[in-house]
């Protein structure tokens, strides 16, 4: 391992942790990816990304100074460790709130409820000041959802405000819907096992307001609509225009072009913080990685894709434009994506994404192939006495436009604004009955914002698993090399015009 003091508690060659499970596809056992990989390394990156964010207003947001300095910061450390990268630029729906929206009950009670602690506004909403009679719709979210169906709203008052709770669809769909019901105004409140107020995104820019409170706030106002009814002010100052963003892209020289594997993070953060853990983690891993990988050798048989994906906080733009615009015949070329997105959190817990949706929770299907990632991983962990946790594809990554494009995936993350159980606190430590990131989307996201004992186990999976796939990706794609050293070939072009961007959601 990376230190003496870890090497007794933590170390294990990658052979070791993949030949009970896959002696057909397990790489050499020297060099290892995974010892060469440091701690120490990757901290380095992220306390330059924390020193790049506090010199350009505190954040990396896309469409901000620090993101396009962030993009530089990527570039450069490629270029450095003699890759190629690619830089691709595209458009994208700038949000920006101007000011402190207002979310009050007028009637029967006048009660005025805190930003950020009882609501936020939701990302592209648009400006106005509605003051009007709040409506619930579905609030027993029967079929696919609150609001997620037209027929929810039927018999709807036009003018009133919606009240729908979270879940089952995409924001967008449920303020679509509401829209067409004529809704003056969307409050979309949080799921009853979430904590804390609805923080996400539209995805496109909307002309009403749209705030995300608490499920204790939601229900409450639930129930008095219910008993006599409620009247609600929602008042939002918001900006909406058209910035660029970027993905940083570059591949490995060696390995074959034709059975890529693409491992992604995102080089943004939202616009309240530096993202230090989210998703600097993922980056910073990710870089240090690439400046290591070609000392495997002839054991990176596959090109490895260093992706850093741009604008994943406005609602995974980057990846899903990169899907896009690339042809079906480069599509096909990839043979799998690893997604790392916050592996840090100081209350943590090792997160591996459920390929084959054995807990039954996934949003997304994941593709054939995306079982064996989750067991690499899960083989990876159990071969040194750590524990794991499945959790759903539900889209809230970048992996979801490759899964969605039927492409296998797979990844690990630490846990971002869900509460640590018990049992989990009892298995990893930490405390229970805390959010796993305390600090998600906010201005603590900083360089101190980590678990280093977790973050150490997370590189180590990372630069292992990814080890084992740049080796043979035989499990997930049944591609076994015929040669002992293929021949290199051209890696794909990325590049398309901006205008053909598709369309991106979130929940």
Known sequence: ??????????????????????????????????????LKNVRHHQLNLQKIADANGGNRAAGLPGNEITLKYIADQLKRAGYTPTVQRFEFDYWQERSAPTFAETAPQQKTFQPDSDFQTLQYSGSGDVTAAATPVDPSATGAGSGCEAADFAGFPKGHIAL?????????VKTDNAIAAGAAAVVIYQLPDQPGPVAGTLTK???????????????????????????????????????????????????????????????????????????????????????????????????????????????????????????????????LMLDFD?????????????????????????????????????????SRKLPTDPTAFDGRSDYNAFISAGIPAGGIATGAEGIKTAEQAKRYGGTAGVAYDPCYHQACDRYDNVNLKGFDQMIDATAAVTQLFAYSTLTVNGNELARKNAPDRPAPSYKRPLEQIGSYKTR
């Open 1 to 38: 391992m990376r230190r003496a003091a870890l090497a007794t508690l933590l170390g294990l060659s990658l052979a070791a942790s993949t030949l009970a499970a896959a002696p057909a596809q397990a790489a050499p056992s020297r060099p290892s990816l995974a010892s060469l990989v440091t």
């Open 164 to 172: 729908i709770q979270r879940g089952g669809c995409f924001f967008s």
């Open 205 to 335: 820019p909307y002309n009403l307001p749209v705030v995300g409170p608490t499920n204790a706030v939601g229900k409450a106002l639930v129930q008095q609509a219910q008993n006599g009814g409620v009247t609600l002010r929602v008042k939002t100052d918001t900006l909406n225009q058209k910035r660029t963003a970027a993905n940083v892209l570059a591949d490995t020289k060696r390995g074959r072009a034709d059975n890529v594997v693409v491992v992604g993070a995102h080089n943004d953060s939202v616009a309240e913080g530096p993202g230090i853990n989210d998703d600097g983690s993922g980056t910073a891993t990710l870089l240090e990685m690439a400046k290591q990988i070609d000392k495997l050798g002839p054991a990176l048989r596959n090109k490895v894709r260093f992706a850093f994906w741009g604008a994943e906080e406005e609602g995974l733009l980057g990846s899903q434009h990169y899907v896009d615009v690339l042809p079906q015949a480069d599509r096909d070329k990839i043979a």
């Open 342 to 382: 916050m592996l840090a959190s100081p209350n943590y817990v090792n997160f591996v994404y459920d390929g084959d949706n054995s807990e039954g929770k996934n949003n997304v299907p994941g593709p054939v192939g995306s079982g064996a990632i989750e067991k690499a991983f899960n083989d990876h962990f159990a």
